[in-house]
C-alpha cells in the first residue's frame, strides 16, 4: 500500500507531495496457489491499477504449469498485473522456471544476468524469474520517461487507461519465439524496441522521418572517430545524448542540421569503458535510438 499511498498523494497535490509511482515490481511469491486463497492480494492490483500504476510479478522458479496447480500473485486476473517466466540466451523458457499460456503473460531474460555488485563491484548476480521480472518494470519505466505530451496527459487525467495501455504495449511489443508457445500469451520475451514503437504509434511521440540511419564503425576501439549518420524532418534544433548501457548520461548536445540527411561525430573515445552506448536524437515530440559497441 505504500506506493499506492505516495501515487495518490501526489496526484491530490498536483505533484507538490510524494511521487509519481509507474510500476512495482514483485520477485517472490508462494508456490501452488490460486489467486482466490489471497483475495486482499488479489485485489490491491487493481486498486493500484486504477492511481495510474502497473504491477509486475515473478512465476515460480520450478518447471510446472502454473494454470493447473497455482502460483501466486501470477494467477491473480487483475488487468494491471504483467506475470513473467524467465528465459536463456537463445530465447527458451529456464528450466526451473514456470509457465502457463493463461497466467503467464511473456517471458524475459533471466539467466547470467550482470548487474551492480557489493563493494562497487559489478559482474554475475544470478538467475531466474526474481531476474527476469524487473527487466519488464525496468523497461515499463523507460517508456514512461520518453517524450509524449498525449501520454503525459493521459496519466493526469485517467491513470488508470494509461497503466492498461502500458500493459498493452508491452504485451504486443513482446517477440514470438517457437519455444515459447503454449508456455505463455502471446509466446514471446520482452522487446523493448519494439514495445517503444507501439508506444510512440499509439501516444505521438513517434519517430516518422527522424532517424538515426547508421552508426560507423559500429564496433569502434578507442582510437576510433565515430560518425553517426541521421536525417531529421525540420529545421528545428534537437538533442543528442548518449548514454552507456545502465543509463548513465556520458556526452550531449545540440544539433541544427537542414532537412538533407546529416552527420556529426563522436571523438576521443580513449576514456570510455568497453561497453554498449546509445545514441538518441530528440526534440519535444519526436525520439530516434540506436547502439554502437566500444571495446
Not at 501515487?7 to 508462494?30: H, L, P
Not at 499509439?202 to 582510437?223: D, H, M, Q, V, Y
Amino acid at each position: 500500500t505504500y506506493a499506492l499511498d505516495m501515487s495518490k498523494k501526489y496526484t491530490e497535490t498536483d505533484g507538490r507531495e510524494c511521487a509519481f509511482v509507474a510500476v512495482t515490481n514483485y520477485s517472490a511469491g508462494i508456490d501452488r496457489s490460486f489467486c482466490e486463497e489471497f483475495p486482499i492480494w488479489g485485489s490491491i492490483y487493481d486498486s493500484l491499477g486504477c492511481a495510474g500504476i502497473i504491477n509486475i510479478g515473478a512465476t515460480t522458479n520450478k518447471d510446472f504449469n502454473v494454470d493447473v496447480v497455482g502460483d501466486m500473485p501470477t494467477t491473480c486476473p487483475s488487468e494491471f498485473l504483467i506475470a513473467v517466466t524467465s528465459t536463456d540466451r537463445q530465447d527458451r523458457k529456464l528450466t526451473n522456471a514456470g509457465y502457463g499460456p493463461i497466467n503467464i503473460d511473456l517471458a524475459a531474460p533471466g539467466l547470467d544476468i550482470f548487474s551492480a555488485k557489493a563493494r562497487s563491484d559489478y559482474g554475475e548476480i544470478g538467475d531466474g524469474t526474481s531476474f527476469a521480472t524487473p527487466m519488464v518494470a525496468g523497461a515499463i519505466a523507460l517508456m514512461y520517461s520518453l517524450p509524449s505530451p498525449e501520454l503525459g496527459n493521459l496519466i493526469s487525467s485517467n491513470p488508470k487507461e494509461a497503466a492498461r495501455c502500458m500493459r498493452e504495449v508491452i504485451l504486443s511489443g513482446v517477440e514470438v519465439s517457437p519455444s515459447l508457445v503454449d508456455q505463455v500469451e502471446p509466446s514471446g520475451r520482452l522487446n523493448l524496441f519494439r514495445s517503444i514503437l507501439e508506444l510512440q504509434s499509439k501516444f505521438g511521440g513517434k519517430s516518422g522521418p527522424l532517424g538515426i540511419c547508421e552508426i560507423r564503425p559500429n564496433l569502434a576501439t578507442s582510437g576510433d572517430r565515430v560518425e553517426v549518420i541521421f536525417q531529421k524532418p525540420d529545421l528545428n534544433a534537437y538533442d543528442i545524448r548518449i548514454y552507456d548501457a545502465a543509463g548513465k548520461y556520458v556526452i550531449g548536445g545540440k544539433i541544427q542540421a537542414g532537412l538533407s540527411r546529416r552527420s556529426f561525430f563522436i571523438e576521443n573515445l580513449e576514456n570510455w569503458a568497453p561497453g554498449v552506448y546509445f545514441v538518441t536524437i530528440q526534440n519535444n515530440l519526436n525520439i530516434t535510438t540506436s547502439r554502437f559497441v566500444v571495446y
